[in-house]
C-alpha cells in the first residue's frame, strides 16, 4: 500500500512516497519488534498478540545516577604507561574499578532505569497486523475480525493515544517494572521501593508513581474516555489530568512529520527493502531526537520494562553516540543535534578536571567512552575511559554541525572552545622522537578489550586520524571566525604521523596488523569518518588498497550491529556499490528482528560467529543503514562532492532532494539510464 504527501520544498513543490512499515502480529517475542512512537523524551513501543496490547513505556531521562566515578589523580597518563610497559593488569583494573556495595548485584554504575507498560484486553478481537506511516507517524493496529485501533504520539504535548473502533469492549491496567521479576531479581537489592499504582476502573483513570533512592521521582498517568486512550509520563511528585482528543494528537503528528520531512533529505532508490532503512531509520532518528527533547543514548527513549538496560543504557563516544547521530548531517536536520550538544557542553567543568587528572593541564577537555547524562565515568573498561579519540570526535560532531548549518553562534558560544581543549590533550600525550611527534599509547577501540598486552599501543591509526581531523577542523573554524591558526595546530599537522602502515595495509597501532575480523572498523577510519587521506596521493592509495584487502579477507565473523553499515559506506567511499548494498541487505537479515527492531547481536546464523540473541537492541546500526543511504548517492572525499558512487549501475533510476553538503548548501538530483542531473539550493 502506498501513501502519498505533498511538501513544498525549496520553494518547489515534490511529491514524497513512503511505503506504510508493517507488522504482522502476534509479536510476543520481545517489546523491541513493536511499532515505535516518542516525543524524544518518552518512549512507546506497542507489541502483543492475541486479545492483548502491550504498550511498554521508557524515558530517555530515567537514571539511577548512583555509582560511576571521578577521575582520581592515580588515573593519570604517566601511570597508566608505567602499568602497560610492566604488563601490570591487575593495576590498571585496579585504578578504573569502582566498587559495588554489598549485594549489588554488578558494577557499581550510572544506569537506566525500566519504567513499565500498559496492557490492553479486547475481548473478542484478535490482533492480526499493524502499520506505521513513517511520513505522518500515524500507526494502525488491525484485527481479525476487520476493524483497527489507530495510534498516534504528539510531540508537542507530549502525549501517547490510541482509539478502539466503536462498539470494542476492552479492559486496562498499569503494570510498572516493579511488579516484573526484575525488581526481586535486581532492583529491590538497590534499594528501590514498589511503585504506586492509582489504576481507578470507574473512572477510566490509571496509573503508577515510582520513587526513586536518589532522583526524581517517575509517573505514568492516563486517561480512557470513551473509546479514546490517552497517556503522559513526567518527573516529579505531580502528575498531568490534561488529555487532549485523539484528533488533536494525530494533527499535531502529521503537523511534525509533515515539518521534518520537509526540512530534510528524502531519496528514491530501487530497492525496497533499502527505501524502507531510508525512511524508517530517519523515523526513528527525528523521534528519539526531537530538539526539545533529552539526548539519545543506545536505545533511545525504547526501554524494556522487565530487565535492566544492556550497557546501562549509557553514552557510548567511540562510535554509538556519533552513528545514532549521523543523519542529522546529510539528512539536514541540524535542530535535533542540540539536545546531545547542550548536554555535552554542560559537562566542561567535570571534562576539565579530567584532563587536570589525566595529563596535567588546565586548560584540556577529557570525554571518556562511556559515561551517563551527567558525564559521569561508567567504569571497568580502562581502554575505554582513556581512549581521547572520543573526545575528539564529539569535537568533530561540533564543527560538522556548524560547517552544514554556518551556525557561527555556536561555534563562538562553545564548539570551538571544546575542540581547542580536545587538541590541548593530544598534544599533551605527546612526545617527540628524532623532531616527529608520536601518541605514545592508546587504544583502537575494543581490539585486545582491556588486555595490556595487545589492548593499546604507540600511534594508533585510529588516534591519529582523530587527531588530524581535529588539527583540519581547527585550522578551519579559526578562519570561519577571523583568527590566526594556533602554531601548536600546524606544527601536530606537520610531524604528527597520519597513520601507521605496512606491507598489508594500515595498522591498529605500531606493531599490530590487522589480523583478525573484528568489529570497530577504527583502523580505517581516516577514510571514513575522518576524511584525513589524500586518495589522488599514489602512496596512500596504495595503503587504502591493501588495507581494503586486509580487511575483507579477515572477514565479518567478529561483527555486530552496528558495524554492518559503517562497512557499507566504507564500500561506497572506495567504489565497491554492489557490496554497499549487499551489506545493507545482511544488515536487516542477520541484525534486524521480525519487528524491525535493530539489534547489536546476531538475531540469526551465517554471517558472524558471535552469539546470536535478542534482547539487545541498539539505535546506532538502525540510524547508521539511513545515513548510508544517503552516502550511496551523496558523499565528499577530500573535498570533492561525490555523487551515486555507492550506487550499482543495475540501478537504471535513482534520485534524491535537498541532501545537505558541508558547504552550507543543499541539493537535489537523479541519476536516469546513466545521466547525471544535479540542482543546488
Known sequence: MKIELTVAVLGLVSLAQAELVTWEFPRTGNCHEGIPFSDGKTGVLVWGGGDTVNLTLGRGDLWDHRGGYAWTAEQNYTNVIAAVRTRDNAKLNALFANEAPENWGGRYNPYMLPLGRIVLKVPGRTLKSGTLDPMTGLGKILFSEGDSMELAMSTVRGVFAFRVPEGVAYELRSVPSTDAPVYEKTLKARGFERASVFDAEVLGTGGFRWRLPADAAVWVSWRMDGRVFALRTGRGEKTSDEYPSFDSVAADAVAY?????????RVRVPDELLQRQFEYGMYRFGAMTDPDGVAAGLQGPWLEDDQLVPWCGDYHFNINVQECYSPAYRGGHFRHLMPLFRMVLGWRERLRDNARKFVGIADGYTLPHSVDDRGVCIGGFWTGTIDHASTAW???????????????????????????????????????????????????????????????????????????????????????????????????ATRLPKYTADETGLCLFEGQRFVES?????????????????????????????????????????????????????NAHLDMPERAVALLHDWDTYFCD??????????????TTRDCGRGVMQMDGQCGAASAVMEFLVHETNGKVEFFKGCPAVWKEVSFENIALSDGRRVSGSRIDGKVTLRYE
Open 518 to 570: 573484528h568489529r570497530h572498523h577504527s583502523h580505517l577510519a581516516a577514510l571514513f569518518p575522518f576524511d584525513t587521506l589524500d586518495l589522488s596521493d599514489r602512496e596512500i592509495r596504495g595503503v587504502v588498497d591493501r588495507s581494503y584487502r586486509t580487511w575483507v579477507a579477515r572477514g565479518t565473523g567478529q561483527w555486530t550491529g552496528w558495524c554492518v553499515p559503517w562497512a557499507a559506506i566504507l
Open 394 to 492: 564529539v569535537a568533530d560532531m561540533m564543527f560538522r554541525y556548524v560547517r552544514y548549518s554556518r551556525d557561527i553562534s555556536f561555534l563562538k558560544d562553545g564548539a570551538y572552545d571544546f575542540m581547542k581543549g580536545a587538541m590541548n590533550v593530544y598534544r599533551a600525550m605527546m612526545e617527540e622522537r628524532d623532531g616527529r611527534l608520536s601518541i605514545p599509547l592508546a587504544p583502537s577501540p575494543e581490539w585486545g578489550a582491556s588486555d595490556v598486552r595487545k589492548a593499546v599501543g604507540r600511534n594508533s591509526s585510529f588516534q591519529l586520524a582523530a587527531a588530524h581531523r581535529l588539527v583540519k577542523d581547527l585550522i578551519a573554524a579559526a578562519e570561519f571566525l577571523g583568527e590566526a591558526p594556533d602554531p601548536m595546530w600546524t606544527d601536530v
Open 257 to 265: 512529520w509533515t515539518r521534518f520531512w520537509a526540512e530534510g533529505a
Open 594 to 607: 521480525e519487528g524491525h527492531g535493530s539489534h547489536h547481536n546476531a538475531v540469526r546464523s551465517g554471517f
